[in-house]
């Protein structure tokens, strides 16, 4: 990702507003379903999707990455449909289903395109990988992985700092063909 | 990320009622509808804006919200239709292909699955002085501060529709198809349902850039019509800096009806180049009961960027601005049309 250098009056808080004492955090249970399990969480309304899978129910697959929306490395299924759970209120999927990359594996057995991203080396570092698969996953249900440049359009919201992108369109044909046959 | 309430009303009445609260403009105003949060969050991390309550739309009961209705050449939109959802109807591709083609190529599937059309349209800009508060001066942030980008990196900014206070890019690409297509919104407030065209909707930010709606606080589009179709002559063409997942540096959205080589009628939006959805009315009326060619095209680019006023660092977007037009234009001539 670019970041572009600013000019201009840059001075650490100049453009900060105060901190409003008046408004106090406001805390809700939340009932979250999880790779089909139900769990009530105690969050404060500004947790993220993201937070609350990592930090209360420990399920530190999805990954922080720029926690903005820009780079993919959360994303997470809400009702089969891939989501940035960087950018979700807890308190807002409160019923839906939510599969995250631990809800892939059938025990012991990877899911297809968790294979494929082993058999073609299809990252380095890791760090956006689960977020690559769920993205992967959900592309091949939508029928967007039709030819090499559908999947690389497609695919387009989940960023690789260590360009992995070849391997990842090999792998995303490769578990295509398998989820097919299945 | 300030603190907030969180409401999630059952129907529209409910929701209008919850954010009718005073405010000098509906994007400052303590209570926000919240719909994908694709903008609204991020921005709320970001500490540019701080709402003390959201009201979430996602549940509204109001089916017609989520409905794509054909009656006639209208088209009816619901405002929480997502993108993906309008991207993906079928009949929509073949017979608006100007409304499908600028939703695929803004943003990623993701934001796409969760973003609606409401929120979409109302999408804030990217400039880096607006969504970076460590930059005191920003007039849409901070009304009267003053503007940083005016002589700051302004390679994204905009060159239509600017003033001396702000030349901040509306960096939609949906809004300037609605735009070309003279659509029409539908918004419910406390005393009951109005439309205003879409052309209403953004305004300019001329001294007051923080007031970048007519919405007043508490009203919530509900729908958007499209009359006149099918379009099935339209297109979107979009360039920026990478194929794909990137903000324009410069977009036409061009619907065409014409008569062998003659223009009957021409509608054309920009985006990537304009403070809020622009529509090329200059161009059009170059071009209309004309013969449409590269040279007349040309012509008809020219008078619509006679009055652009760039900056530093973004002079470059006069020459694509115009380049887009004419491509647009032509590919739009060239499309095989049953």
């Known amino acids: 990702m670019t970041v572009a250098v600013q000019e201009g009056s840059k001075s650490p808080g100049a453009g900060k507003r105060p901190l409003d004492h008046r408004a106090e955090p406001q ?50 299924h809400v009702d089969g449909e891939r989501h940035l759970s960087c950018l979700t209120l807890a308190v807002a999927v409160q019923g839906r289903n939510i599969t995250t990359i631990e809800g892939l594996a059938q025990g012991d057995n990877l899911h297809p395109m968790q294979r494929a991203f082993i058999d073609h080396d299809a990252f380095q570092c890791g760090y956006c990988t689960s977020g ?39 792998a995303v044909k490769q578990a295509k063909a398998e989820m097919e046959k299945s | 990320m300030r603190p907030f309430a969180y409401e999630s009303p059952s129907d529209a009445a409910a929701a209008v009622a919850l954010a009718s609260v005073p405010a000098s403009a509906h994007v400052t105003a303590p209570v926000q509808f919240k719909g994908g949060g694709t903008t609204l969050i991020d921005l709320m991390k970001l500490d540019v804006m701080g709402p003390t309550t959201l009201v979430d739309i ?25 993108m993906a959802t309008l991207h993906e109807d079928q009949s929509i591709v073949r017979d608006y292909p100007i409304l499908t083609e600028s939703l695929w190529q803004g943003a990623s599937q993701q934001l796409r699955n969760m973003a609606r ?119 979107y063409r979009k360039i920026r800096d990478r194929v794909s997942y990137q903000f324009a540096n410069a977009s036409a959205a061009v619907a065409l009806e014409l008569d062998g080589d003659l223009v009957r009628d021409v509608r054309i939006g920009l985006g990537g180049v304009a403070t809020v959805p622009w529509r090329a009315r200059k161009a059009e009326q170059v071009l209309r009961g004309k013969r449409l060619t590269e040279s007349s095209a040309t012509a008809a680019a020219d008078a619509e960027f006679e009055s652009a006023q760039p900056r530093k660092d973004n002079r470059y977007k006069v020459a694509l601005g115009k380049a887009t037009v004419v491509r647009a234009l032509l590919e739009a001539q060239a499309m095989e049309v049953v």
């Open chain 2, 58 to 82: 996602t549940g509204l009961k109001d089916e017609a919200m989520r409905r794509i209705e054909r009656s006639g050449d209208d088209l009816r939109i619901g405002s929480l239709v997502s």
């Open chain 2, 117 to 235: 059309l409401g929120g979409n349209v109302l999408q804030r800009t990217r400039c880096s002085y607006f969504r970076d508060v460590s930059f005191a001066q920003c007039n849409k942030r901070d009304p009267g501060s003053g503007c940083s980008a005016l002589d700051g990196v302004n390679r994204a900014h905009a060159v239509l529709g600017t003033s001396g206070h702000c030349i901040a890019l509306y960096a939609g690409d949906w809004a300037p198809a609605l735009i070309a297509l003279d659509a029409r919104v539908e918004v419910l407030g406390r005393s009951g349902p109005r439309s205003l065209a879409f052309a209403d909707l953004h305004r300019l930010p001329g001294t007051t850039p923080h007031i970048e709606t007519s919405l007043v606080p508490g009203e919530l589009i509900t729908a958007f019509i499209v009359p006149g179709g099918p379009r099935r002559r339209s297109l």
């Open chain 1, 132 to 170: 690559q698969i769920m993205s992967a996953v959900a592309c091949i249900g939508e029928g967007h992985a039709g030819t090499d440049g559908d999947i690389r359009e497609y695919m387009s919201g989940n960023l690789c700092r260590c360009a992995a992108y070849p391997n990842i369109v090999a």
């Open chain 1, 27 to 76: 805390w809700r249970d939340a009932s979250l379903a999880v790779n089909g399990v139900f769990h009530t969480v105690h969050v404060d309304t500004r947790m993220t999707l993201l937070d609350a899978l990592r930090e209360k129910l420990k399920l530190t697959g999805s990954k922080k990455g720029c926690d903005q929306g820009q780079c993919g490395a959360c994303t997470v």
